[in-house]
């Protein structure tokens, strides 16, 4: 079992003048909570049971979040340019380092009481889908926090979007480990290179497609292409028994991963992350740990 604590913070304001109605109510957008719940139950399939989320604490609040620049939305503006389609403030991103300030991030990593951290918002939070906070903190779908190298220990920040669903949540955290894998493998060259060889589709590998990445399924000949009907061969069910690969292929179809579904597709690619006991090549069977915890890159 491997297990992550986590922080949960939901902006989610108040729009009416009475104060009764929050933001994704007044635009019938998705229930934060049950995004969040269906999110952790998900990743504990995709990952066999092995991934286990646990929020050590929840903080809703009623704002926005202030931007780079020290903007603020307040909700008559906010619902203004949602209304019109324009107007949105530019630079868009959230200013990270006032997050972490403001909800003690750092203190709370560096005490154990949690290990990464959720930011649940609206369109337009300026949120990316994930970062990375702390001292050694690379690369992930974003430029590291510039400011949190003091913290002792890395820690990610997800950002998701309750207007959109779990199968965009599940993007999100399979950029998290394109991004985490990648920095994993980086020293590793040729044959060595697994993840490279995991991600492989038959665009750019004819006849050797394996598991894709989150954009391209083996088949895919473009972005977000999972539902392409054209039949390739791969060796994608092959990484179910990592370490154990011997090569074996069979004929692949967008039937295989959900004809298209967002959601289905990252499910089905997230669960052949290896996820074996042992190392090979010096490096751990258990992508996941990898995933879950940047410490151990």
């Keep these: ?13 108040m729009v009416d003048a009475g104060r009764a109605t929050k933001l994704s109510q007044a635009m019938r957008w998705n229930d934060p909570d049950a995004l969040i719940q269906n999110f952790m139950q998900d990743v504990r399939v995709a990952s066999h049971g092995l991934v286990e989320y646990r929020i050590a604490e929840r903080v809703e609040v009623d704002g926005f979040p202030v ?10 503006t906010y619902l203004r340019c949602w209304r019109e389609g324009r107007g949105w403030h530019q630079p868009d991103q959230v200013d990270y380092l006032a997050l972490v ?10 005490a154990g009481q949690i ?5 649940v918002a609206f369109p337009y939070a300026g949120y990316y889908e994930s970062t990375m906070c702390g001292s050694g903190a690379f690369w992930c779908n974003s430029p590291p926090v510039t400011g949190t190298e003091h913290c002792g ?18 993007e999100d955290l399979g950029h998290r480990v394109e991004s985490i894998m990648t920095k994993v493998y980086e020293g590793k060259r040729g044959k060595d290179n697994l993840w490279k060889r995991f991600t492989r589709y038959d665009q750019i590998a004819p006849g050797r497609a394996s598991a894709g990445n989150v954009h391209f399924a083996p088949n895919s000949e473009r972005d977000y292409d999972w539902g392409n009907p054209r039949t390739v061969m791969s060796d994608c069910d092959d990484w ?11 004929e692949v179809t967008c039937r295989d991963w959900g004809n298209g579904d967002m959601r289905l597709h990252h499910l089905w690619w997230l669960e052949r992350l290896p996820r074996a006991d ?12 990898y995933v879950i915890d940047p410490n151990l890159v």
């Design 101 to 110: 300030r403001e909800f003690n991030m750092i203190r709370k990593v560096d």
């Design 1 to 13: 079992m491997i297990s992550s604590r986590v922080l949960l913070i939901i902006h989610n304001p």
């Design 67 to 76: 931007k780079a620049d020290g903007f603020r939305y307040d909700a008559e």
């Design 278 to 289: 042992g190392r090979t090549g010096g490096i751990r069977n258990n992508w996941w740990r």
């Design 240 to 250: 179910l028994n990592y370490p154990r690969l011997t090569g074996a292929r069979r």
């Design 115 to 119: 290990d990464e951290v959720w930011l």
């Design 153 to 170: 220990r890395r820690f990610a920040i997800m950002g998701f979007n309750y207007e959109r669903s779990v199968g965009e949540m599940l």
